[in-house]
């Protein structure tokens, strides 16, 4: 187990290693720097005083050195465009994400599971339909799904297409917050869940769904019956 976690762990560095130096060398090979967002009416001092604060005026190994040292002490700099600390921003969306995840795990596992058992355990139209949307859910790549979503928001109205919070609120008490943020949250929760939950409904009636003939004799149709004989309690312990 220590040897696995190493490996891992020694496996994680290289890639931040390769990843920050590949991101370091592409930023490098691009045209121009973030100094062009300042305008084409940038004076030539502010250019430069932008260039010193990012320390773009120095050599892509000192830029390397340096990011590395602040990372170690999980200091990021400062953000261009929030002109803002880049760790507190990480942090609130990595808050956020943990967030959603969360929602659409547990949302994914008691609907799909549930579906699961009705699709495995019944036949007939409603679990025909159940099946077919699940597949339709699988087969569709997220990102379509979620344009289909913030596209029928923004037409209806019905939920807001983006953002954690309103723009607009202001009201300063935590019970209007937390109201405003469950506002947010059932579509990005919706889009997310669903490739899941339709994965878990598929794996569920598998694992549930009674075979259409007997495995033996090819003969049918069966069912699933436990005799007194076969049903057998081993171990120790209580049984209820």
């Not at 000192?62 to 002109?83: E, H, K």
């Not at 939920?159 to 723009?167: D, W």
Request: glycine share 8%; aromatic share 10%.
């Amino acid at each position: 187990m220590a040897r696995f976690l190493a490996r891992r762990l020694l496996f994680a560095i290289v890639l931040i290693a390769i990843t920050s130096s590949s991101a370091l060398l592409l930023a490098r090979l691009a045209p121009g720097d973030l100094t062009a967002q300042l305008g084409p009416f940038a004076s030539s001092v502010e250019v430069e005083n932008t260039r010193a604060r990012f320390n773009l005026d120095r050599g892509p190994i000192a830029q390397w050195w340096l990011w590395v040292g602040r990372a170690l002490r999980f200091d990021f700099g400062v953000s261009f465009l929030y002109n803002r600390p880049v760790a507190p921003l990480v942090a609130r969306a990595a808050a956020n994400t943990a967030l959603l995840g969360i929602l659409s795990l547990a949302t994914a596992t008691l609907v799909g599971l549930s579906l699961g058992i009705f699709t495995g355990a019944r036949s007939g139209v409603l679990p025909t339909l159940v099946r077919g949307a699940s597949l339709v859910c699988v087969s569709l790549p997220p990102l379509i799904t979620s344009l289909v979503f913030v596209f029928l928001a923004a037409r209806t109205g019905w939920l807001p297409a983006g953002g954690m919070v309103s723009a607009t609120s202001s009201d300063p008490r935590w019970s209007a917050w937390m109201l405003d943020v469950m506002w947010h949250l059932p579509l990005p929760v919706i889009a997310l869940s669903l490739p899941m939950a339709a994965t878990f409904e598929r794996l569920q009636r598998i694992s549930v769904e009674p075979p259409a003939t007997c495995p033996t004799s090819a003969s049918g149709p069966v069912a699933k019956r436990v005799s007194t004989s076969a049903f057998q309690l081993k171990g120790n312990g209580w049984y209820v």
